[in-house]
């Protein structure tokens, strides 16, 4: 099993750009995608980035795409969200997650429900 562990967020005004990052033990090597998600209280969790185990394949939800980046460094066990351009929307809880079964990264594996390993989240808030 995966164990991850998000930091890097914070309070930052719009506009702004905070870099999340999630340092990943255990049995890694079994991951084939690693994404990031976001809750805002009282709303469900959505899909907000993704990319293949080896880092060459990445995806984004149309609401970040353009502003934020997925990335990771094998080295350190560590993927990393990079987020520019932040607007009051973005702020929420911000969770990363590690799948063993989703083959191709894209459109179709956006569901919370094929990432069976999950941080306990890091808080991005974004004032006006």
């Known amino acids: 099993q995966v164990q991850l562990v998000e930091s890097g967020g914070g309070l930052v005004q719009a506009g702004g750009s905070l870099r999340l990052s999630c340092a990943a033990s255990?049995?890694?090597?079994?991951?084939?995608?690693m994404a990031w998600f976001r809750q805002a209280p009282g709303k469900e969790r959505e899909f907000v980035a993704s990319?293949?185990?080896?880092?060459?394949?990445?995806y984004y939800a149309d609401s970040v795409k353009g502003r934020f980046t997925i990335s990771r460094d094998n080295t350190k066990n560590t993927v990393y969200l990079q987020m520019n351009s932040l607007k009051p929307e973005d702020t929420a809880v911000y969770y990363c997650?590690?799948?063993?079964?989703?083959?191709?990264?894209?459109?179709?594996?956006?569901?919370?429900?094929?990432?069976?390993?999950w941080g306990q989240g890091t808080q991005v808030t974004v004032s006006s």
């Open positions: 255990g049995r890694t090597f079994s991951s084939h995608a």
């Open positions: 997650a590690a799948s063993r079964t989703i083959n191709v990264v894209g459109p179709d594996s956006t569901s919370p429900k094929e990432f069976g390993s």
């Open positions: 990319l293949s185990w080896s880092g060459a394949t990445t």
